[in-house]
Antibody, heavy 120, light 107 residues
Framework: QAQLVQSGPEVKKPGASVKVSCKASGYTFSHYGITWVRQAPGQGLEWMGWISTYNGNTHYAQKFQGRVTMTTDTPTSTVYVELRSLTSDDTAVYYC?????????????WGQGTVVTVSS | DIQMTQSPSSLSASVGDRVTITCRPSQSISRYLNWYQQKPGKAPKLLISAASSLQSGVPSRFSGSGSGTEFTLTISSLHPEDFATYYCQQSYGMPRTFGQGTKVEIK
C-alpha cells in the first residue's frame, strides 16, 4: 500500500540547518506531488510548500522563502526539505504528505512526522 | 492569502450526538475545500475532499457540504473514536491554508 516514511527526530542549535527526508513507496512516485506541513507544539497545521516529483518545480509559502529548499530524488523515491537559520520558533513536527492529482489537491497520504527541536 | 476560519474552536459532545463544524474562507473557493481529522500524536487523516467527497474507508456518518464561502463538516452520530481535532484546508489558491482547528471533546 502507498506510504510515506520520514527520517528520525532532530535536535539542532539556533542558526543551524535541518534536512528531513520523506521516502515514498507503494505507488508511482512521479505521479504525485509532495507537500510539507508543520505543527508547532499545541498549535495548528502550517503549510510550508510543495514540490513536483515529476520535474522538481516548487512553490514555497512566503513565510519560508529564502530559508527553505525542497528537493526530490527520483531513483530513491525520496523528497527532502531543508530549513536553514533555525530559531526556537521552528520547533515543530514536520509532516510530508502526498498531493492528490485529480484536481482536488487534497493531501491523502501522510508521513508519520519528524520532530525537530531547536534549542541551545 | 486565503484565511480559513473554523467555528467553533472547540466543542463538548456525547456519544451519539450530531456535530456540525463550519469553515468560512475569506474569499470564494468554489468547492476546493478538504477536511482532516487529527488525533493526538498522529498525522492528520484526510476525511473529505472537494467539499463533499468522502475518502475511501471513512465512515458514512461523516459528510461535507458547502461551496464558495461557507462549508460544513457533519458527524451524524458521534462515535468514541471521533473525538479528535478537525481541520479544514483550501486548495483553491497558493499558499494552501488551514483553519485553526476544532477540537471535539467528550462531554
Amino acid at each position: 500500500q502507498a506510504q510515506l516514511v520520514q527520517s528520525g527526530p532532530e535536535v539542532k542549535k539556533p542558526g543551524a540547518s535541518v534536512k528531513v527526508s520523506c521516502k515514498a513507496s507503494g505507488y508511482t512516485f512521479s505521479h504525485y506531488g509532495i507537500t510539507w506541513v508543520r505543527q508547532a507544539p499545541g498549535q495548528g497545521l502550517e503549510w510550508m510548500g510543495w514540490i513536483s516529483t515529476y520535474n522538481g518545480n516548487t512553490h514555497y509559502a512566503q513565510k519560508f522563502q529564502g530559508r527553505v529548499t525542497m528537493t526530490t530524488d527520483t531513483p530513491t523515491s525520496t523528497v527532502y526539505v531543508e530549513l536553514r537559520s533555525l530559531t526556537s520558533d521552528d520547533t515543530a513536527v514536520y509532516y510530508c504528505a502526498r498531493v492528490v492529482a485529480a484536481g482536488t489537491d487534497a493531501f491523502d497520504i501522510w508521513g508519520q512526522g519528524t520532530v525537530v527541536t531547536v534549542s541551545s | 492569502d486565503i484565511q480559513m476560519t473554523q467555528s467553533p474552536s472547540s466543542l463538548s459532545a456525547s456519544v451519539g450526538d450530531r456535530v456540525t463544524i463550519t469553515c468560512r474562507p475569506s474569499q470564494s473557493i468554489s468547492r476546493y475545500l478538504n477536511w482532516y481529522q487529527q488525533k493526538p500524536g498522529k498525522a492528520p487523516k484526510l476525511l473529505i475532499s472537494a467539499a463533499s467527497s468522502l475518502q475511501s474507508g471513512v465512515p458514512s456518518r461523516f459528510s461535507g457540504s458547502g461551496s464558495g464561502t461557507e462549508f460544513t463538516l457533519t458527524i451524524s452520530s458521534l462515535h468514541p473514536e471521533d473525538f479528535a481535532t478537525y481541520y479544514c484546508q483550501q486548495s483553491y489558491g497558493m499558499p494552501r491554508t488551514f483553519g485553526q482547528g476544532t477540537k471535539v471533546e467528550i462531554k
